[in-house]
Structures are given as C-alpha cells and as structure tokens.
C-alpha cells in the first residue's frame, strides 16, 4: 500500500492543478490573533496538589474537572502580500506552553504553527496551497480531548479539490525527522525518519444531513531496520437535534497506529520500530445536542483494541455531560465516565468510574460557549487492577498509594477564540 500511494503524488499533483478549488477543512487559520488556553487550581481530599483520574496507557480521560495540567496555543494570521490579480500569501505563526501542573512555572514556549498558503492562484483555479508547520485536520471527542485522527506536521499540500459531491485534499509530512548518533564515533548509526502521505475526502452525502468523511494515511520509513505503515479512517457526520453525531471506525498498522505519537491520535506517523504485528481497531460514537436553548449534552462510547505479538488489550469507555443554563450566562454541567482496560497478560480488568459537578460562568449558553470559568468537585473511583495505573498516569505522582477512591476540587478556566 506504501508503494502505491507514494507513487499517487504525481497523480494528486495533477488532480489539484486541474482541478476547480474550494475551501477545506484542513485546520485554516483566519485573519488575526486566536489561540486556546486551559489553566487552573485545585487540590485533593487529603492535601496537596490536585489529583486527576485516569488509566493511562493508550486511554484517554474524561476531561471536565479532571485536567491537572496548564496549557496556551495561540498567535496570529496575517496577509503577507497581495498582487492587484488577487492572488494572496497568508502566513501564520503560533506558539505554545505547556506544563504538567496548575503553574505555568518554567514551560517554555515553543512553535506550534509556521506555515505559508498561497491562495487565488489562477493556475490553482482558486485554491489553497501551503508549506510549513501547522495543525491539519484533528477532529475530536471533545469529552476525552481525544483527537481521533491528528495529521499535524511539517511539510506540504494542496487543499479542497472538488471532486465531485464532495473535496479532496494531498498533503505529505516528513515525520520523526532525527538521526541516531553513536555517543562514542559521532556517526550516524540509523533514522527514525519517516515519509507520510495524507489523503482526504471529506463531505460525501449519503443521507439527509448526513455526510461521510475518509483519511488515508500512508507511511514510509526510512531506516534500518524499521516499518512502514498506514491508516483508515472513516467517518459518518449527521446532524441531529442542534448539533451533530460522528460514527466513526479506524484501523492502523504499525507506525500507523500512532502508538508513539501520544494521545489517542492516529494519522500522524507513531514509532517506526512498531512491525506489521502490532494493529488498532477503533469504533466511536460522539454525540453533541442542543435540543432547547437552555439545554446540552455530550454522550461518548468507545471500544479501542490494541493488538500485537507481546499480547492484546481492549479499551472501552462511556462516557454523558449534560449542561442546563439556569441563567445565561451560568450553566450547571455534570460529566460521568467510565473506563475498562483489559490485561494484556490475562489478568482482572483495570476499571475507573469518574463524577464531575462543575457550574460555570459561561459567554453564553451553548454548549460550545467559550470562554468558562469553572469551580469543579470530582470523585474517582477504580478497583484494585486499576491502582497502579491511575498512580502512574497521575501528574502530580503516585499519591494514592494503595487507595481506590479519591476526591479533588477547583477552579479552571477554559477559553478558544
């Protein structure tokens, strides 16, 4: 499959220059300053920095009062030059920070974004063109910040061909781009270097308010000793009660998997050592509605099975938040999830049940009104095969030691604009 779709570039090429443009939805940065940040305060029942509740591994966790970290991406787009014939450069540079606590502290800022698009090109018949680094295409299960399918990169691609009801789009990355260096000769000893090729075709319309999305990704690895692989994923939009529900099913091969990558994401190239053994399987369910004014939700189930030589494992995970604004601009949300991780080895299964209550003083009463500030109390509770694993993947360490519940409370604000 590798061979055939790098050997597809010429023809993707072609395709786009002959082909009449429209705008993707590949992650487009508008004119001005945007960003998102997350930060907060909290702590535990028995003291201390607060505790957040999850399995680790190749989970994800139910995010709402459950996010012990501090995060900002943001910058800014701007038209750097504009011929009288219309054709335009817009450029964008964004940077971000993150820390593994409440505190900024000493994070450090580094660059998230630095891409150029070409747009209105008369040979491009109105299209998108662009090269840098940038985020691309990464929807997500917003419940579990899980972005099912995550294509960021450095690299370069042609957006939003129109073929046929629905738009096409090329873009290739060069992934995991470093040399091993042998400590003791100063050579290089082998690459974890890898060639990645995104395919999309997205807005297919297969029912009334229902579309179809596809993402085929396409990997080539570059070293000794190391694999190639690929992904699918597909994906079935609807609209339903004043929001929307996406279905999705996946399945990855090696580096395609994105084990590697961190997460939960798939698209981008995970380790290149993982061989043709090592698969995942996905399927999801992710609805949001607002079927009055007043009223939300968000209802997740999800099963993921990992599957290699060494053994397999089974996530699965369910998950509802319900928000109701008694006011317009204070909800009341509630979040419960629950997770289940099989033992690779045959052992009892890890499980993890976790309750948020977190009013907040929202923009507005949708249940994608951002900014919130929030007060949150969150109760986690987990057998004992699961012990290790919430101590483990909890960032302020192992303060549960042998305990199998836990409760912790405060403040955060979230805000996208």
Known sequence: MTRTTLKALPLALALALTSGLTYADAGHDEDG???????????RSS?????????????????????????????????????????????????NAWSPSSDFGNASLKIAKAYVEAKNVDFLNGGVAWIGKRYYYRPDIHMLDLQFVNLNGTGGGLDGIQAGPGKFSY??????????????TGLVTNTSAAIRQ?????????????????????????GTNTHSGWQLSVMHKQDVWGGGNTLGIQYGVGPGTG?????????????????????????????????TKQFSAEFVALMQRDKSNAGSTTWTSLGVRPVYAIMPHLKLQLELGTDRVTSATGGPDARLTKLTFAPAI????????????????????????????????????????????????????EAWW
């Open 33 to 43: 300053f945007h960003g998102y940040l997350r930060d907060g305060a909290g702590t």
């Open 47 to 95: 003291g201390g920095p607060q505790s957040c509740f999850g399995l680790g591994g190749n989970t994800m966790k139910y995010r709402l009062g459950n996010e012990c970290d501090a995060y900002f991406e943001g910058g800014y787009t701007s038209t750097l030059a504009k011929a009288v014939d219309g054709v335009t450069f817009t450029g964008t540079l964004w940077a």
């Open 171 to 184: 873009a290739i990355f060069k992934d995991n781009d470093t040399n091993n260096i042998d400590p003791t």
């Open 198 to 222: 995104n395919f999309i075709y997205e807005g297919l319309p297969v029912n009334e308010g229902g579309k179809v999305d596809a993402v085929l990704t396409a990997i080539k690895s570059q």
């Open 259 to 291: 084990i590697g990558v961190g997460n939960g994401r798939m698209g981008s190239s995970g380790s290149t050592l993982l061989g043709s053994d090592v698969t995942r399987t996905r399927i999801f369910d992710d609805l949001v509605v607002q079927p």
């Open 362 to 413: 929202s923009m507005g009463e949708s249940y994608w009104s951002r900014p919130e500030l929030r007060f949150f109390v969150s109760y986690g509770k987990w057998n004992n095969a699961a012990t290790a694993a919430v101590n483990a993947s909890n960032n302020s360490g192992p303060v549960y030691n042998n305990g199998t519940s836990g409760t912790s409370a405060g403040v955060q604000v």
